[in-house]
């Protein structure tokens, strides 16, 4: 498969390396040396210089064999010209990264059409999305949400305290039997992410994610030590539009909204917008700022500019404040292992939710997928089809692929934890944890 990616930014970047990872030819077109020379460095993809709307520029990366165009740059104009072109040059998908809401609306979707837009995404707001599920979380890491809802992702750093450290999974799920309301998924430890068994054991600074029923989201916060109650009051450092997406359904749930931005004429704006919404114009990194403002009151404090030192200096300080819970938008994926270490709750990109979407184009039998910045374990949601190996195969006699854990099953209304002896009939969808390797492969019991 050949897959060409418009764009060598922070959201390109990271979806042509998760790509190549998994053997996909990638081709990556950007204008900008410095960037293109850094991916073409790092990654085994093709590099081309240019832009993407010029068809000799799309020649080259190959368009002519090309399933799937992806154009993420910044340029909402750029994006959707280089899916006309693409499209018009034989590209079967094509995926747009959309900013501006007049472009997403109703409205332009003739516009859409006629450029070919396959999928639009917008990762500000998948990252405001993710923000706000944090938020109804508090203490977790990483929160996704699969199969209409029905299924929960949820992903916690155990402390040295808690309750499960010292205990094996089989141990875990023995103290919950005979009905299993959750499944661990992945551990994280020591810079290596796995798939484990049942005797594996529980460690101080694991991180975890837990699959979960809906219903039992409220024991899992319990086993997991995690906060019951939603954040009242909620401080956002930075006014961009991610903060934008953010606060304004916070406000329409009842919570006091604080946004501090820089720019005089931005804080203006969002004065002018967010009417039940408190904002201050000021430097995120200035002490004098946050102390006025009693950094420590709040119970969550989210760093959202697109300055990642600001934000780790910003969630540092509010941590020094006794802050309750903080968060903060990582650009870098380098940073990642430091921001676990120095304390700050939940890190997010705006990178893994375009990366899922491409994802679940280039596998098309895919419902829905979920990627992490830290571990190469998807989470990947199928719809059992008619006549498929899994309709009507009960999950211990299946020939999965190693690498691969089902987590959930669910039908019509009825969601179980998947074992051995759960059975699969068609129109039954399923969760499961799976190493990239096993991913290639799972899908074609279930397609």
Request: proline residues 3%; glycine residues 10%.
């Amino acid at each position: 498969m050949h897959v060409i990616v418009l764009g060598a930014g922070e959201v390109g970047s990271y979806v042509a390396e998760r790509l190549s990872r998994q053997g996909i030819d990638v081709a990556v077109i950007e204008n900008d040396p410095d960037r293109l020379a850094a991916v073409e460095e790092k990654l085994d993809v093709m590099a081309i210089l240019g832009s993407g709307t010029h068809p000799g520029v799309l020649k080259r990366a190959g368009v002519g064999r090309a399933e799937l165009l992806v154009a993420v740059t910044n340029d909402d104009e750029v994006n959707m010209m280089a899916s006309l072109a693409a499209k018009q040059a034989g590209v079967d998908r094509t995926l747009v990264r959309l900013e501006a809401e007049e472009l997403r609306s109703e409205a332009a979707a003739d516009l859409r059409r006629v450029v070919g837009a396959d999928l639009v995404i917008d990762p500000d707001q998948e990252a405001a999305r993710d923000i706000l599920q944090l938020l109804e979380m508090p203490g977790a890491s990483e929160v996704e949400v699969l199969a209409g809802g029905e299924v929960l992702i949820v992903g916690a750093r155990l402390t040295a305290d808690s309750s499960l450290v010292g205990k094996s999974l089989h141990e875990v799920a023995t103290e919950n039997e005979p009905n299993w309301e959750f499944l661990f998924g992945t551990i994280s430890r020591g810079g290596e992410t796995i798939i484990p068994r049942g005797n594996h054991e529980l460690q101080a600074d694991d991180m975890v994610r837990v699959l979960c029923k809906r219903q039992a989201r409220r024991r899992l916060m319990d086993v997991l030590d995690l906060a019951v109650r939603a954040p009242r009051r909620v401080l956002l450092l930075g006014g961009g539009r991610t903060a934008e997406l953010v606060a304004l359904p916070l406000a329409r749930r009842g919570a006091e909204v604080v946004v501090i931005e820089q720019d005089e004429a931005r804080a203006r704006e969002l004065s002018e917008k967010l009417h039940r919404v408190t904002v201050l114009r000021g430097d995120i990194t200035d002490a004098e700022v946050l102390l006025d403002v009693e950094v420590g009151s709040f119970d969550a404090v989210a760093a959202l500019t697109g300055a990642d030192d600001a934000n780790i200096i910003a969630c540092l300080f509010a941590i020094s404040q006794g802050a309750g819970e903080t968060l903060a938008i990582a650009h870098r994926l380098e940073l990642l292992p430091m921001l676990t270490e120095i304390g700050i709750d939940a890190a997010l990109s705006p990178r893994t939710a375009t990366a899922d979407r491409v994802i679940s184009l280039v596998r098309g039998e895919i419902a829905g997928v979920a990627t992490f910045l830290e571990g190469a374990v998807e989470i990947l949601e199928y719809e059992v089809a008619p006549g498929s190996v899994a309709d009507g195969a009960v999950v211990s006699e299946m020939d999965l692929p190693e690498g691969v854990l089902l987590g959930a099953v669910v039908h019509g209304d009825t969601t179980e934890i998947a074992r051995g002896r759960s059975k699969l009939v068609a129109g039954d969808h399923v969760v499961a944890f799976a190493m990239p390797t096993g991913a290639e492969r799972i899908g074609r019991l279930f397609a």
